[in-house]
């Protein structure tokens, strides 16, 4: 009788400490990112939306190990509330006045509608694997989609490949990887044969980008296979996050110096009368880096994407 009842209490007590740590996680989320207003299980994420004043964030999974996946002011939609938003624009000083851009992943839909609202005439198609994602983006992000801004709801890998099948296949200017789940970029995203495909519908003077980060060791293996498909890699480190964007450019598309970028930056600053720092963007590029030599190449057959994750940069 003593040992059942010792054994109920027990269960009574792992229950309540269970019940104590989700009540704290969901406090501690929403006493970051504000209150929990949209929540939905998609065949693909867990998808939170919360709400601080007008500042809105996009996360899914609570306990992800990407933080969240786009964070948005409702009432300022030309500020930028994460630093990799802003970085990515350096596509724009290989190649500044693109007509056709392909954006990997919606999330929130900032990109895709900066490039549009500074540049209306350049066609856009953003790829999103989840259809629960367009309808988040449009209701709380002050996402819309335009005649030349284009949501593909497809897998990024297949939609390139139905692309290398259309004759003539379309070439991209800029091409911005930017697919995440909660865990990080979707490993059959990232190894060599993908990015040889991506290759496939990149203009010969364009640019592929990256949005990556930079603290373990899966960034050295990340800009190996960028190296390895396209022969030069040349990275903008972030200042404010771990955040980086790897840059590489297409056969006849110029590596940059730090002072080129920064030339080049103060012409687009000028031009197109940026809400944002494209200075600051510029001077953040380090044109050298080089990967760890241990590491080795990301394939469809060999891709320790989660190992390499949890293993710090020397």
């Not at 740590?21 to 919360?50: C, N, P, T």
Request: charged residues 25%.
């Amino acid at each position: 009788m003593e040992s059942r009842m010792r054994k109920v209490i027990l269960i009574f007590v792992f229950c309540v400490a269970a019940f104590c740590q989700l009540l704290f996680v969901s406090v501690a989320a929403a006493h970051e990112f504000g209150q929990l207003i949209y929540q939905k299980d998609s065949l693909y994420h867990r998808i939170f939306v919360y709400k601080l004043g007008p500042v809105v964030t996009l996360q899914f999974g609570r306990r992800a190990a990407v933080n969240f996946q786009s964070q948005v002011n409702v009432r300022d939609l030309r500020q930028h509330m994460v630093e990799y938003t802003k970085l990515a624009f350096c596509g724009l000083l290989y190649k500044p006045q693109p007509q056709k851009i392909l954006v990997v992943g919606l999330g929130g839909g900032v990109l895709p509608r900066e490039m549009h609202y500074y540049f209306p005439a350049l066609d856009i198609d953003v790829v999103e694997i989840d259809p629960e994602i367009l309808p988040v983006a449009r209701q709380f992000f002050s996402f819309r989609e335009a005649d030349k801004l284009k949501v593909h709801i497809a897998d990024g890998r297949m939609f390139i490949k139905k692309q290398l099948r259309r004759d003539p296949v379309p070439k991209y200017d800029i091409i911005i990887l930017d697919a995440f789940n909660s865990d990080y970029i979707p490993f059959h995203l990232m190894t060599k044969e993908f990015l040889e495909q991506a290759k496939g519908i990149l203009a010969d003077d364009g640019v592929v980008i990256a949005n990556v980060f930079y603290n373990n060791r899966l960034f050295d293996a990340e800009l190996k296979t960028f190296l390895a498909v396209f022969g030069r890699c040349q990275v903008f480190f972030g200042v404010y996050s771990t955040n980086a964007v790897l840059v590489a450019p297409g056969p006849t598309s110029q590596s940059l110096t730090v002072k080129e970028a920064v030339d080049k930056a103060m012409v687009l600053q000028r031009r197109h009368e940026l809400n944002f720092d494209m200075l600051m963007v510029a001077n953040q590029l380090r044109p050298n880096i080089r990967p760890d030599p241990r590491v080795k190449v990301l394939t469809d057959d060999r891709a320790p994407v989660n190992w390499l994750r949890t293993q710090r940069r020397n």
